[in-house]
């Protein structure tokens, strides 16, 4: 029942920008965690970033920091993460994922931080990549 459907990748050259969509469906969209993830081919997937929706708070990894933003619509169930300043290093497929936030709230791994948790396995629900190719 929960779904998530992600778009809006596509090719652009360094330097340019792509703003990525996640609608949500399933769920009551107030009591989740909504994040980006990201694997490239030969690398294992990371976290990249997510919003608390009902907090409006937001954690990003070091490597997009100041580049990417994460944002919500909540009338329309809406994720985005705006990419700027995109590097080839940022090519891969892109997959939003979501956890409802009490029971992330609850779950306590060898980590240091929420969001390390988070990053690391913490979402229940995952939807579909969107292909991401930066050019140089």
């Known amino acids: 029942e929960v779904q998530l459907q992600a778009s809006g990748g596509g090719l652009v050259q360094a330097g340019g920008s792509l703003r990525l969509s996640c609608v949500a469906s399933?769920?009551?969209?107030?009591?989740?965690?909504i994040g980006w993830f990201r694997q490239a081919p030969g690398k294992e997937r990371e976290g990249v970033s997510c919003?608390?929706?009902?907090?409006?708070?937001?954690y990003y990894a070091d490597s997009v920091e100041g580049r990417f933003t994460i944002s919500s619509d909540n009338a329309k169930n809406t994720v985005y993460l705006q990419m700027n300043s995109l590097k080839p290093e940022d090519t891969a497929v892109y997959y939003c994922?979501?956890?409802?936030?009490?029971?992330?709230?609850?779950?306590?791994?060898?980590?240091?931080?929420?969001?390390?948790?988070?990053?690391?396995?913490?979402?229940?629900?995952w939807g579909k990549g969107t292909q991401v190719t930066v050019s140089s």
């Open positions: 919003i608390v929706i009902s907090l409006d708070s937001t």
């Open positions: 994922a979501a956890v409802n936030y009490e029971v992330s709230r609850r779950r306590k791994g060898p980590y240091s931080s929420w969001s390390a948790m988070i990053f690391e396995y913490g979402m229940d629900n």
């Open positions: 399933g769920f009551t969209f107030d009591d989740y965690v």
